[in-house]
T-cell receptor
Framework: DAKTTQPPSMDCAEGRAANLPCNHS???????VYWYRQIHSQGPQYIIH???NNETNEMASLIITEDRKSSTLILPHATLRDTAVYYC??????????FGTGTSLTVIP | GAGVSQTPSNKVTEKGKYVELRCDPI?????LYWYRQSLGQGPEFLIY????????DSGLPNDRFFAVRPEGSVSTLKIQRTERGDSAVYLC?????????????FGPGTRLTVL
Protein backbone atom coordinates (compact mmCIF):
# COMPACT_ATOMS: atom_id res chain seq x y z
CA ASP A 1 0.00 0.00 0.00
CA ALA A 2 1.08 3.59 -0.72
CA LYS A 3 2.72 5.69 1.98
CA THR A 4 1.35 9.02 3.11
CA THR A 5 2.94 12.24 4.35
CA GLN A 6 1.26 14.49 6.91
CA PRO A 7 2.45 17.51 8.90
CA PRO A 8 3.30 16.42 12.45
CA SER A 9 1.15 19.03 14.17
CA MET A 10 -1.42 21.78 13.57
CA ASP A 11 -3.43 24.23 15.64
CA CYS A 12 -6.94 25.45 14.94
CA ALA A 13 -9.13 27.99 16.71
CA GLU A 14 -12.34 26.65 18.18
CA GLY A 15 -15.27 27.19 15.81
CA ARG A 16 -13.07 27.59 12.75
CA ALA A 17 -12.57 25.03 10.01
CA ALA A 18 -9.64 22.66 10.44
CA ASN A 19 -8.00 21.67 7.17
CA LEU A 20 -5.66 18.70 7.47
CA PRO A 21 -3.53 17.91 4.40
CA CYS A 22 -2.16 14.57 3.28
CA ASN A 23 0.17 13.70 0.41
CA HIS A 24 -0.07 10.28 -1.19
CA SER A 25 1.80 10.76 -4.46
CA UNK A 26 2.32 7.02 -5.08
CA UNK A 27 -1.34 6.08 -4.71
CA UNK A 28 -2.58 3.59 -7.28
CA UNK A 29 -5.88 3.74 -9.11
CA UNK A 30 -7.73 1.24 -6.95
CA UNK A 31 -6.57 2.49 -3.55
CA UNK A 32 -8.96 4.30 -1.25
CA VAL A 33 -8.03 7.21 1.03
CA TYR A 34 -9.14 6.71 4.65
CA TRP A 35 -9.05 9.10 7.57
CA TYR A 36 -9.05 8.00 11.19
CA ARG A 37 -8.46 9.89 14.39
CA GLN A 38 -7.24 8.81 17.79
CA ILE A 39 -8.07 10.61 20.97
CA HIS A 40 -5.64 9.98 23.79
CA SER A 41 -5.85 6.47 25.26
CA GLN A 42 -8.62 5.36 22.90
CA GLY A 43 -8.66 3.16 19.81
CA PRO A 44 -8.66 4.88 16.40
CA GLN A 45 -12.04 6.14 15.21
CA TYR A 46 -13.13 6.05 11.58
CA ILE A 47 -13.94 9.46 10.08
CA ILE A 48 -14.41 9.16 6.33
CA HIS A 49 -13.02 7.53 3.19
CA UNK A 50 -13.13 8.06 -0.57
CA UNK A 51 -11.77 6.87 -3.88
CA UNK A 52 -12.01 9.70 -6.43
CA ASN A 53 -14.91 11.96 -5.58
CA ASN A 54 -15.17 14.34 -2.68
CA GLU A 55 -17.10 12.91 0.24
CA THR A 56 -19.02 14.43 3.12
CA ASN A 57 -20.59 12.94 6.20
CA GLU A 58 -21.76 14.20 9.58
CA MET A 59 -18.21 14.42 10.87
CA ALA A 60 -16.14 15.83 8.05
CA SER A 61 -15.53 16.43 4.36
CA LEU A 62 -12.83 14.78 2.27
CA ILE A 63 -11.43 16.62 -0.71
CA ILE A 64 -9.31 14.52 -3.10
CA THR A 65 -7.36 16.27 -5.86
CA GLU A 66 -8.09 15.31 -9.44
CA ASP A 67 -4.75 13.51 -9.81
CA ARG A 68 -5.42 11.79 -6.44
CA LYS A 69 -1.91 12.58 -5.22
CA SER A 70 -3.17 14.50 -2.21
CA SER A 71 -6.25 15.04 -0.10
CA THR A 72 -7.57 17.33 2.63
CA LEU A 73 -9.75 16.45 5.56
CA ILE A 74 -11.99 19.32 6.60
CA LEU A 75 -13.60 19.59 10.02
CA PRO A 76 -16.01 22.46 9.33
CA HIS A 77 -16.43 23.81 12.87
CA ALA A 78 -13.70 22.48 15.13
CA THR A 79 -14.51 21.92 18.80
CA LEU A 80 -12.22 21.14 21.72
CA ARG A 81 -13.30 17.50 21.44
CA ASP A 82 -11.71 17.35 18.00
CA THR A 83 -8.26 17.57 19.56
CA ALA A 84 -6.67 14.28 18.50
CA VAL A 85 -4.11 12.65 16.22
CA TYR A 86 -5.45 12.37 12.68
CA TYR A 87 -4.22 9.62 10.39
CA CYS A 88 -4.43 9.55 6.60
CA UNK A 89 -4.17 6.04 5.15
CA UNK A 90 -4.33 4.65 1.64
CA UNK A 91 -5.38 1.07 1.14
CA UNK A 92 -6.59 -1.12 -1.69
CA UNK A 93 -9.05 -3.40 0.05
CA UNK A 94 -9.17 -1.71 3.45
CA UNK A 95 -7.23 -4.56 4.96
CA UNK A 96 -3.80 -3.89 6.40
CA UNK A 97 -3.57 -0.20 7.26
CA UNK A 98 -0.22 1.63 7.53
CA PHE A 99 -0.92 4.47 9.93
CA GLY A 100 2.29 6.49 9.99
CA THR A 101 2.61 9.09 12.75
CA GLY A 102 -0.33 11.30 11.73
CA THR A 103 -1.06 14.96 12.47
CA SER A 104 -1.59 16.04 16.05
CA LEU A 105 -4.40 18.60 15.90
CA THR A 106 -4.88 20.94 18.83
CA VAL A 107 -8.08 22.98 18.93
CA ILE A 108 -7.50 26.18 20.87
CA PRO A 109 -10.31 27.86 22.84
CA GLY B 1 -24.94 -2.25 19.28
CA ALA B 2 -21.83 -3.54 21.01
CA GLY B 3 -18.51 -2.50 19.61
CA VAL B 4 -15.21 -4.36 19.54
CA SER B 5 -14.16 -5.42 23.02
CA GLN B 6 -10.73 -6.43 24.25
CA THR B 7 -9.67 -8.14 27.43
CA PRO B 8 -7.85 -7.54 29.63
CA SER B 9 -7.62 -3.76 29.43
CA ASN B 10 -4.24 -3.90 31.15
CA LYS B 11 -1.76 -6.73 31.51
CA VAL B 12 1.48 -6.63 33.47
CA THR B 13 3.83 -9.58 33.12
CA GLU B 14 7.42 -10.48 33.66
CA LYS B 15 10.04 -10.97 31.00
CA GLY B 16 9.95 -14.52 29.65
CA LYS B 17 6.30 -15.19 30.50
CA TYR B 18 3.52 -16.17 28.09
CA VAL B 19 0.49 -13.90 27.58
CA GLU B 20 -2.82 -14.13 25.74
CA LEU B 21 -4.84 -11.13 24.63
CA ARG B 22 -8.47 -11.55 23.61
CA CYS B 23 -10.57 -9.71 21.04
CA ASP B 24 -14.34 -9.93 20.57
CA PRO B 25 -15.28 -8.39 17.22
CA ILE B 26 -18.57 -6.84 16.23
CA UNK B 27 -21.13 -9.55 15.52
CA UNK B 28 -21.28 -10.42 11.84
CA UNK B 29 -17.89 -8.96 11.00
CA UNK B 30 -15.88 -11.52 9.07
CA UNK B 31 -12.59 -9.63 9.04
CA LEU B 32 -10.47 -9.11 12.14
CA TYR B 33 -7.18 -7.23 12.54
CA TRP B 34 -4.49 -6.91 15.18
CA TYR B 35 -2.25 -3.87 15.52
CA ARG B 36 0.42 -2.84 17.99
CA GLN B 37 0.99 0.76 19.07
CA SER B 38 4.11 1.96 20.84
CA LEU B 39 4.23 5.28 22.66
CA GLY B 40 4.23 8.23 20.26
CA GLN B 41 3.76 6.05 17.18
CA GLY B 42 0.83 5.16 15.00
CA PRO B 43 -0.65 1.67 15.12
CA GLU B 44 1.47 -0.98 13.39
CA PHE B 45 -0.26 -3.79 11.49
CA LEU B 46 0.34 -7.31 12.80
CA ILE B 47 -2.15 -9.76 11.27
CA TYR B 48 -5.46 -9.91 9.43
CA UNK B 49 -8.05 -12.71 9.51
CA UNK B 50 -10.79 -13.30 6.98
CA UNK B 51 -13.05 -15.82 8.69
CA UNK B 52 -11.00 -18.44 10.49
CA UNK B 53 -7.85 -18.16 8.42
CA UNK B 54 -5.00 -15.69 8.63
CA UNK B 55 -5.17 -13.91 5.29
CA UNK B 56 -2.05 -11.84 5.99
CA ASP B 57 0.36 -12.34 8.90
CA SER B 58 3.22 -10.36 7.39
CA GLY B 59 3.24 -7.87 10.26
CA LEU B 60 4.01 -10.36 13.02
CA PRO B 61 7.50 -9.37 14.20
CA ASN B 62 8.83 -12.87 14.92
CA ASP B 63 7.76 -16.41 15.76
CA ARG B 64 7.06 -15.53 19.39
CA PHE B 65 3.83 -13.92 18.19
CA PHE B 66 0.89 -16.05 17.10
CA ALA B 67 -2.83 -15.39 16.66
CA VAL B 68 -5.83 -17.66 16.22
CA ARG B 69 -9.48 -17.27 15.37
CA PRO B 70 -10.79 -20.85 15.49
CA GLU B 71 -14.50 -20.19 14.98
CA GLY B 72 -14.28 -17.06 12.89
CA SER B 73 -15.35 -14.77 15.71
CA VAL B 74 -13.24 -14.29 18.85
CA SER B 75 -9.50 -14.02 18.31
CA THR B 76 -6.58 -14.52 20.67
CA LEU B 77 -3.14 -12.97 20.21
CA LYS B 78 -0.50 -15.08 21.92
CA ILE B 79 2.98 -13.90 22.82
CA GLN B 80 5.58 -16.38 24.04
CA ARG B 81 8.74 -15.58 26.03
CA THR B 82 7.76 -11.93 26.36
CA GLU B 83 10.45 -9.26 26.14
CA ARG B 84 10.48 -5.71 27.48
CA GLY B 85 10.26 -4.46 23.88
CA ASP B 86 6.86 -6.12 23.54
CA SER B 87 5.40 -3.48 25.88
CA ALA B 88 2.78 -1.59 23.88
CA VAL B 89 -0.95 -1.16 23.39
CA TYR B 90 -2.36 -4.01 21.34
CA LEU B 91 -5.36 -2.96 19.28
CA CYS B 92 -7.96 -5.15 17.63
CA UNK B 93 -10.31 -4.06 14.86
CA UNK B 94 -13.06 -5.73 12.85
CA UNK B 95 -14.85 -5.01 9.60
CA UNK B 96 -17.53 -6.51 7.40
CA UNK B 97 -14.85 -7.87 5.08
CA UNK B 98 -15.45 -8.77 1.47
CA UNK B 99 -14.46 -6.89 -1.63
CA UNK B 100 -14.24 -3.14 -1.83
CA UNK B 101 -13.69 -0.52 0.84
CA UNK B 102 -13.80 -1.63 4.46
CA UNK B 103 -14.29 0.57 7.47
CA UNK B 104 -12.39 -0.91 10.42
CA UNK B 105 -13.89 -0.51 13.89
CA PHE B 106 -11.32 -0.50 16.67
CA GLY B 107 -11.48 -1.72 20.23
CA PRO B 108 -10.04 0.20 23.19
CA GLY B 109 -6.86 -1.88 23.23
CA THR B 110 -4.94 -3.92 25.78
CA ARG B 111 -1.98 -2.19 27.39
CA LEU B 112 0.77 -4.77 27.85
CA THR B 113 3.65 -4.01 30.18
CA VAL B 114 6.58 -6.42 30.34
CA LEU B 115 8.77 -5.86 33.40
Amino acid sequence: DAKTTQPPSMDCAEGRAANLPCNHSTISGNEYVYWYRQIHSQGPQYIIHGLKNNETNEMASLIITEDRKSSTLILPHATLRDTAVYYCIVSYLGNQFYFGTGTSLTVIP
Amino acid sequence: GAGVSQTPSNKVTEKGKYVELRCDPISGHTALYWYRQSLGQGPEFLIYFQGTGAADDSGLPNDRFFAVRPEGSVSTLKIQRTERGDSAVYLCASSLGGAGSNEQFFGPGTRLTVL
